[in-house]
């Protein structure tokens, strides 16, 4: 019937002892007994979508005109740049994806200050080091300027706008840092500049002593420094009205660069914490109903084949939730409906071994012969119909990831890991387990003990 019973028996109890202490633990810890030291540690926090932890959803579009088209490598970049920005801002667990060819999707679960977010991925982040001459524009004042690397005067154009010219950019900047001002009282932008950016600066500020300086953020004038001396270092400073907050907000723009097309915010779905403790209360409700039903079902249907199917399912969700838990993938709403889908390709693959194994048994084949023949004889339509779910599942998550459909995503990755531990627990824990039910009990009554 098996061979090595006893072999698999002990592997069953080491994964299930090893699943037990994920899905029970917070952190994952080894420790030295010699010196208490630490060798190993792994955060197993479950990691909540938005829709289980409440949180911000926004949808983010180039803000250029329809008719101009855009490159996948920008907007690509665009989206890391966002990633980067919000990754620093201690915004933890968030999720950005492009959707389509022009907008990108973020999620922020768990996220409180949404405002602070929204405003960091929207601003374009220009810096530009700006020649102003003998005029000191006013801090908030927009001007318009132009950028050429052969340094272009300034120019007044039809309309009489003024036009200044850009001597560098953020592009020069190497390295970028917050601290306190000389009176400790507010807080100003410490900024290296490339090889360069260095030749430039030291050749502007050496023919300009005197002249102002202006330093813009997407147009808008942060400060207006007058040049009292040529800066050849490489190095300077910004300085502003900047607290903690806005002054770190400030450098990570600058450290991640400028956005390569302007994003304006298209919608925001902002899901409360209490919303989505409710999502996740119901649906675990609903999920303990649905496998008690089927448990009842197995059990009083297939008699004994039933309960191992029911103990080999626990099995299945334990495992399931502690891969899970280990290699913090996001648990949403639709995860779970797919994790669930799962169950019942599990529970589907027992019901063609166990229907193959009655009718072996009706022909008049012994326990034994009637187990080994219903496994080999199942295999293949357990394996043609799992490996069309697996298919789908890839599609999907395809997708998913092209159009930034993160709910068919997170319901495509459940649902295709589900059916790969599914695979495992009916061919190799149900038979183990059903194997040592029968070398136990020994049945004789066999319509009393698998329902014939």
Known sequence: MIRNLNNRIILIVMILVLALWIDLSSEIKLINPVNDDTLFSHSVEPRLGLDLQG????????DIPADQQI???SLNIARDIVQQR????????NAIQIAGDRRIVGEFPGLEDTESVLAIIQQTGLLEFVDTGDFSPEAGTILVTDYSPTGEPVSTPEGGETVYHTIMTGADLSGVTVAPD???????????????GTTIFAEHTSANSGRYLTILLDKQVISAPVISEPITGGQGSISGDFTPESANAFAVQLRYGSLPVPLKVVETRIIGPTLGADSL????????IGMAIVALFMMIYYRMPGIAAVLSILTYAL?????????HFTLTLPGIAGFL????????????????IKEELRNGRSIVQALDLGWTRA?????DSNLSAIITAVILFWFGSSFGATIVKGFSLTLALGVLISLFTAIYITRTILALFINSFKPKNLEAWFGL
Do not use: C, H, P
């Open 55 to 62: 949180g911000l959803q926004v949808l983010l579009e180039a």
């Open 71 to 73: 490159d996948a490598e």
């Open 86 to 93: 919000t990754d620093a801002l201690g915004v933890n667990e």
């Open 182 to 196: 000389q009176l400790g009282i507010n807080y100003q932008i410490d900024f290296t500049l490339t090889s360069e």
């Open 281 to 288: 209360n119901k649906s675990l409700i609903a999920g303990l």
């Open 319 to 327: 495992i399931a939730f502690a891969i899970f838990k280990w290699f």
């Open 341 to 356: 889908l799962s169950t019942g390709s599990a529970l589907d693959a027992n019901i063609l071994i166990f229907e193959r």
């Open 379 to 383: 295999w293949s339509s357990i394996r």
